[in-house]
């Protein structure tokens, strides 16, 4: 299965989700909000962060999502396989493979973009 599809069918299961917990999902998009949209650093920093810590945690929606995130903010691909090496460094073995999703993750949401 393609990440976009992964990506698609984990926003299908949250939707339901929001159906049945609508108050929850809604304080947790606040707090999201608040977090990514406030603070010193800035919103490419803070996917550094995640990306990172998704890969560490070994949460394979939270890696693509945030990986298309850091897409969106700016990042490269080079900053990707920094982060990947930093949290390889912290997490060992399993953050290596979870890392290679997050490349792998780059790379197809990657050729699917709009050049220019």
């Known amino acids: 299965m393609s990440y ?16 049945a917990i609508p108050d929850a999902m809604r304080g947790f998009g606040a707090m999201e909000k608040a977090i990514t949209e406030n603070g010193v650093l800035d919103k490419k920093q803070k996917e550094w962060l995640a990306v990172a810590m998704g890969i560490v945690i070994r949460c394979e929606p939270c890696v693509n999502f945030h990986v298309s995130a850091l897409m ?10 920094d982060i990947c090496a930093v949290a390889i460094q912290m997490g060992g073995g399993p953050a290596m493979m979870y890392a290679a999703h997050a490349l792998a ?3 197809e949401l990657a050729a699917d973009a709009p050049q220019g």
């Open 105 to 107: 993750c780059w790379d």
């Open 72 to 81: 969106r903010a700016g990042g490269t691909r080079e900053e990707l396989s």
């Open 4 to 19: 976009k599809q992964k990506m698609e069918d984990q926003r299908a299961e949250l939707r339901v989700m929001s159906k």
